[in-house]
């Protein structure tokens, strides 16, 4: 069975950092891309970065506007995971943060796919609160 699994999530004040981690089981991540959402309260959910399946480049990655310079993912495909390294926090990125895998052929595109209805497998999401 396909699984994912967040966590890392928690409360944090401004300007604070957070590592969310993503782990697979049941199928390996090295051949799917992998995106992070978020959804805040009352707010539709948003893509927040992705990472093309793995290749010969190690995978595209993108993010959007809100966060670029303050969040990088990456994938540890020894440990089937992916991070979202989160830095200088702010209270608006305060939200349920999710993983999601989506599958090859489209997992090879480049740049990376970030618009939720694309992917395939989701996990059950962790809560970051960016607050003092």
């Known amino acids: 069975q396909l699984q994912l699994v967040e966590s890392g999530g928690g409360l944090v004040q401004p300007g604070g950092s957070l590592r969310l981690s993503c782990a697979a089981s049941g199928f390996t991540l090295r051949g799917y891309a992998i995106g992070w959402f978020r959804q805040a309260p009352g707010k539709e959910r948003e893509g927040v970065s992705c990472i093309s399946s793995s290749g010969g480049s190690g995978g595209s990655t993108d993010y959007t506007d809100s966060v670029k310079g303050r969040f990088t993912i990456s994938r540890d495909n020894a440990m089937n995971t992916v991070y979202l390294q989160m830095n200088s926090l702010k209270p608006e990125d305060t939200a349920v943060y999710y993983c999601?895998?989506?599958?090859?052929?489209?997992?090879?595109?480049?740049?990376?796919?970030?618009?939720?209805?694309?992917?395939?497998?989701w996990g059950q999401g962790t809560q970051v609160t960016v607050s003092s």
């Open positions: 999601a895998a989506l599958p090859l052929p489209r997992a090879a595109q480049t740049p990376c796919i970030m618009t939720s209805y694309e992917y395939n497998y």
